[in-house]
């Protein structure tokens, strides 16, 4: 299998402005901060990238997301940080990005998300097929089609160092597409050898997303990169979607929770795979926000159930 479209895609991140590291968080408080999230052997960081000192509790908190330079908008169908537009996001917290952006205000839409819980595998349940004019889903149930694969939780594990390298792994929708979901490290993103895990999981999509893709995993969550990665991921769905809505593109989320994924501000898609940028560990899918106006369809619950797997965040 050919893997030109890495080069490709990595000389097409090369032309674009990018901050040569991830500029690590720190604490500007003047008291002390306990590092609940520290960096091992980095005195000058007591959080890890993309984590803040709290100014109440003094310990590390999720901070700001790191891949679009400004806080999120919060728990609505889409984020509200700058480039964003849920339909249903709070006010951002404002707070400046380690990559240099600011928060912004969510906008505003209806209420009634789906509440955030866990990703979890479902137990196992009758499919029941997607009708023509509805896009397929990967969440048990009601939706479901040959062209939209279930993960099956395929993972690769490789030692990545100082000099980089391509970590790539063939799921479930690698066989449909012929394109394998992969992780290109540049020379310099890492100081020393990290263990980096790349796994299709057999995780429902959080149901307030058409998905497009399994859910997939980056291992460390911890992962924090000194320059930008380059990454595919491998989509596909029914051929009644028509155009692209505009949120289309791979959607991270740093923890195994189904609120709080948010948009690569870089996605860029061809017929089979979405190339974006990586600079952290955590969960990625190709997926797009529903929205009021769209069809009512069937459409799988994702909720775990009794019996469902539960996956706890890093």
């Known amino acids: 299998m050919s893997f030109e479209r890495f080069s490709t895609t990595s000389s097409r991140l090369g032309r674009a402005t990018f901050s040569g590291a991830v500029i690590l968080g720190a604490c500007l408080l003047a008291g002390a901060c306990v590092a609940t999230k520290p960096i091992d052997g980095d005195p000058r960081c007591p959080c890890a990238p993309g984590w803040v000192c709290s100014a109440d509790t003094l310990t590390c908190a999720p901070g700001p997301n790191l891949e679009r330079g400004g806080h999120d908008g919060g728990a609505g169908t889409g984020g509200g940080g700058i480039g964003g537009g849920g339909t249903s996001g709070t006010a951002g917290s404002g707070v400046v990005a380690p990559t240099g952006g600011t928060g912004g205000v969510g906008a505003g839409g209806t209420s009634g998300s789906p509440p955030c819980g866990p990703l979890v595998a479902s137990p196992p349940m009758v ?36 000099e980089g390298g391509l970590i790539y792994v063939l799921g479930q929708q690698s066989k449909k597409t012929n394109a394998p979901f992969g992780v290109q490290i540049p020379p310099g993103a890492l100081t020393e050898p990290v263990l980096v895990t790349v796994t299709e999981t057999n995780l429902d999509p959080p149901a307030d997303f058409i998905d497009y893709s399994p859910v997939f995993h980056v291992e460390p969550d911890t992962l924090a990169l000194f320059k930008i990665a380059s990454m595919q991921v491998p989509w596909g769905s029914n051929p009644t979607l028509g155009d692209f809505p505009p949120e289309f593109g791979v959607y991270w989320n740093p923890v195994a929770t189904t609120c709080g994924f948010t948009r690569v501000a870089d996605s860029t898609t061809n017929t089979t795979v979405v190339n974006a940028s990586l600079v952290r560990g955590g969960y990625y899918f190709v997926g797009s926000p529903k929205t009021a106006a769209q069809p009512m369809c069937l459409a799988g619950s994702g909720a775990g159930g009794a019996g469902g797997t539960v996956v706890s965040g890093g």
């Open 127 to 162: 499919p029941i097929v997607a009708p023509p004019s509805c896009p397929c889903t990967r969440r048990p149930g009601p939706g479901n089609s040959y062209l939209c694969p279930m993960g099956a939780n395929a993972s690769v594990t490789q030692s990545i160092g100082p």
